[in-house]
């Protein structure tokens, strides 16, 4: 990886840097290094929100939304996991999506937590995970319920859309990683970013400029790029995905989830199962969008906006359940 990477971020005029932004490098229980960043909110502060991005995202990617939440009276801190984005990458192709337990994302997010503790930034913490970062979330949420105030997912990885047989799929991932294949891409697999793929038909976004923006800032900073996960990846984060769909019990903290009605990527029936089972959850389904909520259209971001106000309001203003599409 190289350092300067690691060491900055890239804004650009096509996705300005928000304002007042404090680099900030961690490094892992386990000696992983990793890129993140904070911003101070807008005026005075209502407390500070962690973003646990999707697979194969970077901090550059949120550039628009974290100014957004700055506006909205929160403080911002965000990281690129091990393995992608500015972060440590783990295997000597930087472009494989790469990690060996699916718990190992657990020494990222206490590197991020306790480098919030340290930095004493506004107090509560709140939550976003997107995706892979919404199963670790969750899975936060459960081990930790006292950490988080609220939280608020969207398209949360608790089981896989996208390919049409995932107990088959894990089943064979999980053989071919015994026979020592587990550092390989998955099968038809390679280093080219999905960001890369036609904009028509792509299973992430209907909103033309938003995933054009995203292709440039690959394109202006090739080295965040990443590709396929491996096969190890795959076997150990189905393994996780059953486990954390199991955790609901104990979740206790205030839980908003999002995600498309007919999301390609992630399973929606699985995330509104799970949250059927919260004792405070909310789940709503937008219709005309796919899997990147927050790089979607502007229509389906006023949707995600009002129902993020509603929920972080004290007390609620209006039930949740009148924003479901």
């Not at 101070?40 to 550039?63: C, D, M, N, W």
């Not at 990443?226 to 199991?246: E, K, N």
């Not at 955790?247 to 995330?271: E, F, I, K, N, Q």
């Not at 199962?273 to 909310?282: R, S, T, Y």
Request: glycine content about 8%; proline content about 6%.
């Amino acid at each position: 990886m190289p350092q300067e990477v690691l060491s900055r971020l890239f804004g650009a005029e096509f996705n300005p840097e928000p304002h007042g932004t404090v680099l900030a490098i961690l490094t892992t229980a386990d000696g992983v290094r990793l890129r993140g960043a904070f911003w101070p909110a807008h005026g005075i502060a209502r407390g500070t929100l962690l973003i646990l991005q999707g697979r194969s995202e970077a901090v550059e990617k949120y550039f628009e939304t974290i100014a957004e939440w700055q506006g909205r009276g929160f403080a911002v801190f965000a990281f690129d996991w091990r393995g992608q984005g500015g972060s440590e990458r783990l295997l000597a192709d930087p472009r494989k999506g790469h990690v060996r337990a699916f718990s190992d994302y657990h020494y990222d997010l206490e590197a991020a937590l306790n480098w919030l503790r340290t930095s004493e930034v506004p107090r509560p913490y709140f939550g976003f995970g997107h995706s892979m970062g919404g199963a670790i979330l969750i899975d936060a949420l459960a081990r930790h319920p006292d950490v988080f105030a609220r939280a608020v997912t969207t398209a949360p990885m608790l089981d896989i859309s996208l390919v049409p047989h995932p107990r088959m799929a894990e089943t064979l991932a999980r053989a071919l990683t015994r026979l020592g294949m587990g550092e390989r891409f998955v099968p038809g697999g390679n280093d080219t970013p999905a960001l890369f793929k036609p904009f028509a038909n792509n299973i992430l976004t209907r909103d033309a400029r938003r995933h054009a923006r995203s292709r440039q800032i690959l394109e202006a900073i090739p080295s965040i790029g990443l590709g396929d996960p491996t096969i190890q990846w795959v076997a150990t984060s189905f393994q996780a995905m059953r486990r954390i769909s199991r955790v609901a019990s104990r979740v206790s903290t205030p839980l908003l989830g999002l995600a498309s009605a007919h999301d390609r990527v992630t399973s929606t029936l699985a995330a509104q199962a799970f949250f059927d089972a919260l004792p405070h959850g909310e789940f709503l389904t937008l219709a005309d969008c796919e899997h990147e909520i927050l790089i979607e259209t502007n229509t389906t971001r006023a949707w995600f906006w009002r129902a993020f106000d509603a929920f972080m309001a004290e007390p609620a203003v209006t039930p949740l359940l009148a924003f479901q599409e």
